[in-house]
């Protein structure tokens, strides 16, 4: 075995995961119809529970719920690649989801900036991301499922409005042993 290849595998085999569990608590919709957080689009919804998209307007609901799990993804991969991100737990009432435990998992300590310009390392990155993800408005052109309508698929561009952190409460941990939820 090559130096390299033995150094590559010692510091492949010593390395320190650096897992995160994030809880969304108390979440609510910024607005009438905006949705929270949710891992699914409005189609896999449908699909997952039929008869939960009764018409387009929930349907953009779902959408705008997804576009944030999205822009939340995409801010915990900011600085560095997760190794894994999955959700643990969600909530739902009324079809909105009122809380939610997510698990994410780096190879190295996650870093970046927040939403000041500072840099951040370990769980103020995850805060921060979790902030920079929810508290920014997106517009997309998404693809919508109206069961009410053939073709039931049409696309239209959906904006989801900032959550502010009224409209939900985080807590991140850093949780260890063999009990510590699944990664």
Known sequence: MSTEAYAYKSDFNSAKDFRYRIKLTGMSEPGAGEGTIYQNNAEQAEVAIPGTIANIGISRTFERSNMRFGALVRA???????????VIEETQAGGIATALTISVEYSREPHGYDTNGVAVIGQP???????????????????????????????????AITMTGGNYTIAVDNPTGV?????
Request: negative net charge; glycine residues 6%; charged residues 25%.
């Open 125 to 159: 990155f995850i805060i921060s991301a979790v902030q920079k993800g929810l508290e920014n408005p997106y517009t997309e052109t998404r693809h919508l499922f109206d069961p009410t309508s053939d073709p039931s698929v049409t696309r239209e561009d959906i904006t």
């Open 179 to 183: 009990n510590a939820g699944p990664f």
């Open 76 to 86: 915990l991969s900011e600085g560095e690649n997760p190794v894994e991100l999955k």
